[in-house]
T-cell receptor, first 116, second 116 residues
Framework: ETGVTQTPRHLVMGMTNKKSLKCEQHLGHNAMYWYKQSAKKPLELMFVYSLEERVENNSVPSRFSPECPNSSHLFLHLHTLQPEDSALYLC???????????????FGQGTRLTVV | AQKITQTQPGMFVQEKEAVTLDCTYDTSDPSYGLFWYKQPSSGEMIFLIYQGSYDQQNATEGRYSLNFQKARKSANLVISASQLGDSAMYFCAMREGRTGRRALTFGSGTRLQVQP
């Protein structure tokens, strides 16, 4: 496999469920990201991991819990979500050599989450 | 304040014609990078083109070119010879250098529809 792979592609969960989103990158990158894309809103950055250390956390509710066990894998653990959390969750990775350089992010296809 | 502004929610273009998608940005950082991404209905964000703030020439990648006007803080995407497969959402994004933020900040996007 190549690129950034996200599973599952679609997820429907109840407000009391616990589920996890998985992201895997095969690009040798050292930075990974979670973004949330809601209808008619810009992509919202949720978390950033660089060298497996969380370096940014954009005031995300605690019902979202990220985990980065190694540089190739990123998880987003979900519990007691609300209907307004329904969105497309996108994972991305990049080579974090220098913020001045052309370090474009490569994205997965996303997980379409519906909270009922 | 919005960092990235895309004022065209939707655009139509005839097949084989050129189209310009607008993007303005706001930063006080002298070092930054500008990116354009395409998002088809499948959800994946596809990197198209990059422009660095210190680059002397406008970036080009095949049918994509970036009209970079630094003084106006604009970075418009030009797609030449539009194809039906170009129908998608297009996002402008920025990474700022001095703040050390690794992640991209995205605009709200423009939906492009190519008509036969």
């Amino acid at each position: 496999e190549t690129g950034v792979t996200q599973t599952p592609r679609h997820l429907v969960m109840g407000m009391t469920n616990k589920k996890s989103l998985k992201c895997e990158q095969h690009l040798g990158h050292n930075a990974m990201y979670w973004y949330k894309q809601s209808a008619k809103k810009p992509l919202e950055l949720m978390f950033v991991y660089s060298l497996e250390e969380r370096v940014e956390n954009n005031s995300v509710p605690s019902r979202f819990s990220p985990e980065c066990p190694n540089s190739s894998h990123l998880f987003l653990h979900l519990h007691t979500l609300q209907p307004e959390d329904s969105a497309l969750y996108l994972c991305a990775s990049s080579q974090d050599l220098s913020v001045r350089g052309k370090t474009e992010a490569f994205f997965g296809q996303g997980t379409r989450l519906t909270v009922v | 304040a919005q960092k990235i502004t895309q004022t065209q929610p939707g655009m139509f273009v005839q097949e084989k014609e050129a189209v310009t998608l607008d993007c303005t940005y706001d930063t006080s950082d002298p070092s930054y990078g500008l990116f354009w991404y395409k998002q088809p209905s499948s959800g994946e964000m596809i990197f198209l083109i990059y422009q660095g703030s210190y680059d002397q020439q406008n970036a080009t990648e095949g049918r994509y070119s970036l009209n970079f006007q630094k003084a106006r803080k604009s970075a418009n995407l030009v797609i030449s010879a539009s194809q039906l497969g170009d129908s998608a959402m297009y996002f402008c994004a920025m990474r700022e250098g001095r703040t050390g933020r690794r992640a991209l900040t995205f605009g709200s996007g423009t939906r492009l529809q190519v008509q036969p």
